[in-house]
């Protein structure tokens, strides 16, 4: 009997894992200002109910304008998670790092 490959062996991933998979595929479709350069990332936390939201901007924007766009990323994960009903235990932190 042959072994399988590595990359046909089974694997169920965690809701968590499963919600970050299914945001990052469709964060690109998340709207943002334009002309801005906003990149977007989602990270399973390892205590198992935390996303890690993280945001990559241009250090010369606003404060109102980076705080409009973590609302914006925060509303449509927790819009994802709510499909699942899965939005009851989701938390989601915030990391922010600049691009000179």
């Known amino acids: ?5 590595p990359g046909f062996e089974d694997y169920t991933p965690s809701r968590l894992e499963w919600l970050v998979v299914m945001l990052n595929s469709l ?6 200002s ?3 350069r906003i990149e ?4 399973p936390g ?3 109910k935390t996303i890690i939201l993280r945001i ?3 250090s010369d924007l606003s404060p109102e304008v980076l705080k409009t766009i973590e609302d914006g990323a925060k509303t449509f994960a927790m819009s994802i998670a709510q ?3 899965w939005d009851s235990w989701i938390e989601i932190k915030t990391q922010w790092d600049s691009i000179e």
């Not at 009997?1 to 490959?5: G, H, N, Q, T, V």
């Not at 964060?27 to 943002?32: E, G, I, M, N, S």
């Not at 977007?40 to 990270?43: G, H, L, Q, R, S």
């Open 1 to 5: 009997m042959s072994e399988k490959a």
């Open 27 to 32: 964060v690109q479709y998340l709207d943002t």
């Open 34 to 36: 334009p002309g801005e």
């Open 40 to 43: 977007f990332a989602y990270i």
């Open 46 to 48: 390892a205590d198992g």
């Open 56 to 58: 990559r901007h241009h």
């Open 83 to 85: 499909n699942y009903k």
